[in-house]
């Protein structure tokens, strides 16, 4: 134990074990599921585990098979998984040491992405505030339109209201009905607030406080902003597209639906890889080639330092920007006039990389638990891997095996790319610099 | 023209595409196709293609579509393909001029990999020597064995024997049967010279040359030939041992066999993702996950500078030791006592990602041209940007869009990170160095 707490990059995967662990065990209480009883274990590690890895995959319909209890916890776990397992023991190490250690400080750093270490706890606060205001807004926006539109009851629209906008802030992909929000396909006044909440979740804190601070000097912003920003963007017009071209003319999605709602509907999917996981679509009827391009837009994922999973728009854009340097020639690496170091690329490159060989592993174990064909298995595991959370249905009918790989894939998911940042990060060496010089945020 | 020439880079495409339209001018003749007539454009198209670029796939049965004629251009542009355009048309140039221009160096620098440019001239004759006395070593054993087993006459026996033998030096994947080599499946006479042949086109002449001079002194062993004699077994071992465990007991490939013969057909398709595109067992029964792990070995290909295609071993492994030194926070990375510079890295990383994005690309696009479903549409996509040729058969039925992205799948994969590395040699630039450096050979 002394050993491990001397290598603080182990103290995170500690941590998710830890919040999985007490998840796993309350909801194994039989006050947890309907109709009393207890869930069998593989339901509740299952279930635990993606909410606090913030995937929203299941084996078990969240609206049906658990209590208000059960619900509360799964809520519980994903504001714990979200705000991040390092932040509370931060915090909980300030209540008991009264002190923030050089250990505490370097795996918050490594954890938030935050360069200076005497803001640290002012950091952890304006965190915490800035994300209860948002998920209040947004909660009660749902809530009135639950109360009003839909004739929910006040208790009931606010425990509703309060439920996905935490599930949507903190891209967990979790919902109280038993198709996801696709009952609410046509309804901008729910699918708005919930896909502003998870894009704005997928952005990450570093971005959003520098966006405060400097929104209207854009000039001023960090190529980290930039980038966050800009792949936003483009990641999210891609996959709205892509959605609408592919599924345009498909019955069983955006086909029934008129033109205001399938842009609606192509909005919102578009934004979900990036990695909410909710839906007003079924991923399930969804043509082959929309499916390939989701794997592809859940794998590269959201901000660094946010919510949200896969390997990071900065670490896509970073090798992106490496191999245009790379076909023209150029010797060094240069975004908006900043030169890129190569341990930033080599950060990249590794996350980039590691994350196709645990795809690869995740995918071809999957084949051989199970008869699925491979496109399913394949979104499937990128949907665990990157704690994206879509689903085409078929995680409730897997053999236990194959749950506990998907188990394992959202686990290393959130926290693998992490630990490697971290070691990275606390074994970074001195390097000349021969130009004015950044490190965007990768993994 | 001037321009082009001007950049050396470009003769390698243009060169490919002559020869390419060469070849479909020559199939389009009437003697070509059995029956007369001549057959139509696109077929014509693909088959020249795929043979220039070494790759074997095809829309029609090479057996019995073809005349001997016909054949006898594929069998002619294989070699080409092989040797290599450039080689050629460095004679070509040295017969016209009598001299070796810098410009025709640098091309075929590029192309063979060989750093001391004085020996250009004898390299290129070395080459040509080694392939022949190879090819023709194999196409004795493959004439005696079709002579003796399975009674053809002389001269049937020896066109059979040259044409498999030119086929599998050049991992070209054709074959003068209907079914590929299937008919041989349980005939070591047959399947081991040609997975012989494969194995040791798929090396590669630099590193070949190394072997033969320094066969006895492998302390004495470049960082790339370590890699790619040590790849090509690793790989040869995990492509064996995978189809063994994955179609021991599947009644449609190995099922039916006896376990000599189980060995032999795994053995066998463990050399030909790397890149002979042959094939003793049905692909289009194999397992779902023999097809992936296949995608995968297909991808990393054989050795440089080789007839083999994909991202390549050395490009692999460099990749696989990036890593492993920023996992464990090493500044510089190291194979057998080696720094690798980081411009070899960046290479490695281009080659690499870029060959995942034509792969992504060019299996979204497949998916929206055909309604066939994921995973053999990316099978077939690998197989033909790693210029493999192996397939589960739907090739032929495929529309003549989709057969026009393969055919640019191949060219692009057989030439395009040719150029590229091309392109980065020319340029590149002279760099601070703090250790003995050797640059390995990727893409
Ligand atoms: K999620
Ligand atoms: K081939």
Chains 1, 2 share one sequence.
């Not at 078990?60 to 776990?77: E, R, S």
Request: net charge positive; proline share 6%; glycine share 10%.
């Amino acid at each position: 134990m002394r050993r491990t707490l001397r290598h603080p990059a182990r103290i995170v995967p500690i941590a998710f074990l830890v919040a999985i662990a007490v998840g796993t065990g309350l909801l194994m209480l039989p006050a947890a599921r309907a109709g009393g009883g207890g869930p069998p274990p593989l339901t509740a590690l299952f279930t635990a585990t993606s909410a606090v890895c913030v995937t929203g995959l299941t084996v078990v319909d969240t609206a049906t098979y658990w209590t208000p209890f059960g619900q509360g916890v799964i809520m519980a776990l994903i504001q714990i998984g979200g705000y991040g397992i390092m932040t509370l023991a931060t915090l909980l190490g300030l209540l008991v040491s009264r002190r923030l250690g050089l250990r505490t400080r370097l795996v918050a750093q490594a954890e938030s992405r935050v360069d200076d270490l005497s803001q640290l706890r002012g950091v952890l606060i304006r965190v915490a505030l800035l994300m209860f205001w948002f998920e209040v807004a947004i909660a009660a926006i749902l809530a009135l339109r639950f109360a009003i539109g839909y004739g929910q009851r006040p208790a009931t629209a606010i425990w509703q209201g309060a439920f996905h906008s935490v599930s949507s802030f903190n891209n967990a992909g979790f919902a109280l009905y038993s198709d996801s929000v696709m009952g609410f396909a046509t309804d901008p006044w729910v699918c708005l607030p919930i896909a502003l909440a998870v894009a704005v979740g997928a952005v990450g804190f570093p971005v959003l406080f520098e966006l405060v601070r400097e929104f209207r000097r854009p000039a001023c912003w960090s190529v980290h902003t930039r980038i966050t920003v800009f792949g936003t963007g483009v990641l999210l017009a891609i996959g709205a597209l892509g959605v609408l071209l592919f599924e345009w003319t498909n019955p069983g999605t955006l086909g029934r639906l008129g033109v205001p709602d399938k842009v609606l509907a192509a909005v919102f999917q578009g934004v979900m890889p990036r990695s909410g996981g909710l839906s007003t679509v079924d991923y399930g009827q969804m043509r082959p080639e929309t499916l390939v391009l989701t794997d592809a837009l859940m794998f590269i994922g959201g901000g660094s330092a946010s919510t949200a999973g896969g390997i990071k728009l900065t670490t896509f854009f970073v090798l992106a920007f490496v191999i245009w340097a790379e076909i023209h020639g150029e010797p060094d690496v240069v975004i908006s006039r900043r030169r890129i170091s190569s341990a930033t690329q080599r950060q990249a490159l590794s996350v980039a990389l590691l994350g196709v060989a645990f795809v690869f592993a995740g995918t071809l174990t999957l084949l051989t638990l199970t008869s699925y064909p491979p496109g399913p298995l394949l979104f499937e595991t990128i949907s665990a891997f990157a704690t994206v959370g879509l689903s085409t249905g078929l995680t409730p009918a897997l053999p236990p095996a194959a749950k506990l790989v998907l188990v394992l894939l959202m686990f290393l998911g959130r926290v693998g790319t992490i630990t490697v940042a971290t070691g990275m990060a606390l074994r970074s060496r001195r390097r000349l610099y021969r130009l004015p010089e950044e490190r965007p945020i990768v993994g």
